[in-house]
């Protein structure tokens, strides 16, 4: 399964971004879980948000809960993360992961098919 994720680039602090993530695979099932990741200069991989298959089911790390929201459109095999009230400390660049599992968390280890990565680069 390839994913493409799409919608990053610089927003000054306060700012707005939206990422998408489009599957391009038609075996590509729905019924996967998909998440968010992301990897700063110098820093680890760290969970952002994650979805159920059906979009019921969100979750957040403690440091965007409130300001990210991740959502899907089965029908397009699409993934989003809408970034509000951006920081200098989002800046990173933003992996998005699909889990051969209806529901996934926040280890890495949960996930089986990556993105290559999308910057975003927030500034003063």
Same mark, same amino acid.
């Not at 099932?29 to 200069?41: D, E, I, K, L, V």
């Not at 959502?71 to 809408?82: D, G, V």
């Not at 970034?83 to 996930?111: F, H, I, Q």
């Given at each position: 399964?390839?994913?493409?994720?799409? !919608? !990053? !680039? /610089?927003?000054? *602090? +306060? +700012?707005s971004l939206r990422l998408s993530c489009a599957a391009k695979e038609? $075996? =590509?099932? #729905?019924?996967? *879980?998909? !998440?968010? =990741?992301?990897q700063a200069? %110098? &820093?680890e991989?760290?969970?952002v948000a994650a979805i159920s298959w059906s979009g019921g089911?969100? #979750?957040? /790390?403690d440091t965007v &809960? %409130?300001? =990210?929201t991740v959502s899907r459109e089965n029908a397009e095999? $699409?993934?989003y993360l809408q970034m509000n009230s951006l920081k200098l400390e989002d800046t990173a660049v933003y992996y998005c992961a699909a889990a051969l599992r209806p529901v996934a968390g926040a280890s890495a280890y949960e996930y089986d098919y990556w993105g290559q990565g999308v910057e975003v680069t927030v500034s003063s």
């Amino acid at each position: 399964v390839q994913l493409v994720e799409s !919608g !990053g !680039g /610089s927003v000054q *602090a +306060g +700012g707005s971004l939206r990422l998408s993530c489009a599957a391009k695979e038609r $075996t =590509f099932r #729905s019924t996967y *879980a998909m !998440g968010w =990741f992301r990897q700063a200069p %110098g &820093k680890e991989r760290e969970f952002v948000a994650a979805i159920s298959w059906s979009g019921g089911d969100t #979750s957040y /790390s403690d440091t965007v &809960k %409130g300001r =990210f929201t991740v959502s899907r459109e089965n029908a397009e095999n $699409t993934e989003y993360l809408q970034m509000n009230s951006l920081k200098l400390e989002d800046t990173a660049v933003y992996y998005c992961a699909a889990a051969l599992r209806p529901v996934a968390g926040a280890s890495a280890y949960e996930y089986d098919y990556w993105g290559q990565g999308v910057e975003v680069t927030v500034s003063s």
